[in-house]
């Protein structure tokens, strides 16, 4: 059963799979951009892998946000997918270095946001690429072996995003508000703002054959399984 007071109607213009992929990543995407960053227009947000689920929902909100976007991809066919969804600078972390670009791009200054979905090496690099009273969002979680001297250095403001928190403490405040982040979504995807990708479907008894793909293959956008 799902609690009624996290549900939003699904969008006219999405497909029931379409549906079943938005809540999970546009909730952790608003919720690090608007709720934990407070993105405002005309910033510039970096997001790591935006040719994921949260990245590529990440994207899309920040740009309607009225922010640049610099994003990481790891090849030209994700790179062409981002490039559609609006992202104003594209990096191929495998042939560039991000921090260099980044600080190229934004003239040594660094970029206001910085919002890492892969893990803990991403987390480290983000510190040198935000600008100083900036913020560093991560939907992962910090290691024993993080250096937090350069985040310390520009006394840079460090988020968490985990938009289960809900219900996991049944926070009930919370859970209206994530809520209402759907009934916002639901009509920017309606008005044709928004957009979200699948990469490809598996049947519910395929679930560990899919979970070897999304491993594998870190495809752009997000893997449905179909009940």
């Given at each position: 059963m799902v609690d009624a007071s996290l549900l939003a109607l699904k969008p006219h213009t999405l497909s029931f799979e379409q549906a079943a992929a938005v809540p999970l990543v546009f909730i952790t995407a608003w919720e690090a951009?608007?709720?934990?960053?407070?993105?405002?227009?005309?910033?510039?947000?970096l997001i790591h892998a935006g040719a994921g689920g949260v990245g590529h929902a990440a994207i899309q909100l920040a740009k309607q946000a009225g922010a640049r976007v610099i994003t990481t991809v790891s090849n030209e066919e994700k790179a062409a997918f981002v490039k559609q969804l609006g992202a104003d600078l594209i990096i191929n972390y495998r042939t560039q270095d991000v921090i260099t670009e980044v600080m190229r791009w934004t003239n040594g200054n660094g970029v206001d946001i910085a919002f890492d979905t892969v893990g803990p090496a991403v987390l480290q690099s983000c510190f040198r690429c935000v600008k100083p009273y900036g913020d560093v969002v991560t939907i992962l979680q910090a290691t024993a072996e993080t250096d937090w001297s350069e985040a310390r250095k520009r006394n840079v403001r460090f988020s968490h995003e985990l938009m289960l928190s809900p219900i996991l403490l049944e926070l009930e405040q919370a859970k209206h508000h994530q809520a209402k982040i759907l009934q916002q979504c639901a009509t920017l995807f309606d008005d044709r703002k928004l957009s979200v990708a699948i990469a490809r479907t598996f049947k519910l008894s395929e679930a560990a054959a899919a979970q070897h793909f999304l491993e594998q293959s870190h495809p752009a956008g997000k893997l449905i399984l179909l009940v």
């Open positions: 951009l608007h709720d934990r960053a407070r993105i405002s227009p005309d910033q510039i947000v």
